[in-house]
């Protein structure tokens, strides 16, 4: 299928924004308009949160079409791509609704992009620890280990390192991006709760079918409850091509000592005052007699 752009599209999709991402008046009210034309499903997660496997579930949901709206993926911090959806809202390309996922902090240039077509994305929230966790469980498999860093290097022969040394990486060069990550959302969702979903892991664990539901309802697409069930079906009977690991709370704890979880405390609690989200962001990692 190929896609006709109109003047008004092509001219949209290289105008320039501030230097703050906004948009100015005309072509807001422009994106505004053709973003009410279709529905979008935004996964909007941090790496290791399920976004793969909860992305093919809707796929399979609504007979959806898998779109990458940014540039490139290598590097894993994603910036909405402008052009990507002009083509999709103006364009109609692809046909089908389109579903992607994004590794994408809520930083100011990134939501007036969501803003002005509209898109009410999903976040997850899933405990630091674990995420972490399985993170290096995917850079210890080997394979393209140069292309998953997360705004990062990560350094030659990592999978040689001892554990230790991998622990700490993780904690110094991975987990600061992670705590921006659900400052931002966190922070962007309290101030505007209607535009953002927000999942919890431990839900989505208890009850997928439940979690995808939520989802499409949230990004207005309809779908029924038996349709997310069989989609859920479909893609755990291939959820090892899609990435997903264990799905077991607590392997945080087998990864990292005392004192890398108080790191990440101080990185998610005394930096960002996410003091409110502990359990959800590091309740799974926390040990027992550790203080509140």
Request: charged letters at 20%.
């Amino acid at each position: 299928m190929s896609a006709t752009l109109d003047q008004s599209a092509t001219r949209a999709a290289f105008e320039m924004p501030d230097i703050t991402g906004r948009f100015d008046e005309a072509l807001t009210e422009y994106l505004t308009t053709i973003g009410a034309r279709r529905a979008m499903v935004m996964f909007a997660f941090a790496p290791k949160a399920a976004g793969t496997f909860l992305r093919s579930a809707a796929i399979h949901a609504i007979d959806g079409q898998l779109m990458r709206v940014t540039h490139a993926l290598g590097g894993r911090d994603g910036t909405p791509y402008l052009p990507a959806f002009i083509l999709y809202y103006a364009g109609h390309f692809p046909a089908r609704t389109l579903v992607t996922h994004i590794h994408m902090q809520a930083l100011p240039a990134n939501c007036r992009m969501l803003e002005a077509f509209g898109i009410r994305p999903i976040i997850m929230l899933r405990d630091l620890g674990d995420m972490l966790a399985s993170y290096l469980d995917m850079l210890n498999a080997g394979g393209g280990t140069e292309a998953n860093g997360l705004n990062c290097v990560i350094p030659a022969g990592f999978e040689s390192y001892a554990d230790d040394a991998k622990a700490d990486f993780a904690i110094d060069i991975l987990a600061p991006w992670y705590a921006s990550y659900f400052a931002s959302w966190l922070s962007y969702a309290a101030e505007f709760p209607d535009r953002v979903c927000v999942l919890r892991y431990r839900e989505f664990l208890a009850d997928p079918v439940k979690t995808l539901e939520r989802s499409l309802r949230h990004s207005r697409v309809e779908c029924s409850e038996e349709q997310c069930r069989m989609a859920v079906e479909t893609a755990w009977a291939d959820r090892r091509r899609h990435r997903f690991n264990q799905g077991i709370r607590g392997r945080g704890r087998l990864y990292f000592t005392r004192h890398h979880i108080q790191r990440l405390e101080h990185l998610l609690f005394e930096h960002y005052r996410l003091a409110s989200h502990r359990d959800d962001l590091l309740g799974a990692s926390t040990p027992c007699d550790s203080a509140a």
